[in-house]
């Protein structure tokens, strides 16, 4: 079974900097996609950035310029640097990872990310 873990959430003030981090282990075939999705309070989940196994990444338009997805294939670890914080970031943020061959999807607990203004 595969667990997914996100730590690195809190409160900030409008304009600091937050870093996730995300490790996914126990899984029996190589992890491709890993990301970062966000919900907001009465809103759906949603795409923050994605990066594939050959480190290309995706990002959410608004997002875009201020948040930086890594990861490190090695330790099945995915990275969210968020620079510039909003209030309209706060949520709470999902890790996901995706394996290959089979592309079960597996998420994580979630950590709460709070902008105050």
């Known amino acids: 079974q595969v667990q997914v873990v996100e730590s690195g959430g809190g409160l900030v003030q409008a304009g600091g900097s937050l870093r996730l981090s995300c490790t996914a282990s126990?899984?029996?075939?190589?992890?491709?996609?890993m990301g970062w999705y966000r919900q907001a309070p009465g809103k759906q989940r949603e795409l923050v950035a994605v990066i594939n196994s050959g480190g290309i990444p995706n990002y959410a338009d608004s997002v875009k310029g201020r948040f930086t997805i890594t990861r490190d294939n090695a330790k099945n670890m995915v990275y969210l640097q968020m620079n510039s914080l909003k209030p309209e970031d706060t949520a709470v943020y999902y890790c996901?990872?995706?394996?290959?061959?089979?592309?079960?999807?597996?998420w994580g607990q979630g950590t709460q990310v709070t902008v105050s203004s």
């Open positions: 996901n990872a995706v394996t290959a061959i089979t592309r079960y999807s597996y």
């Open positions: 126990g899984s029996r075939f190589t992890i491709n996609t």
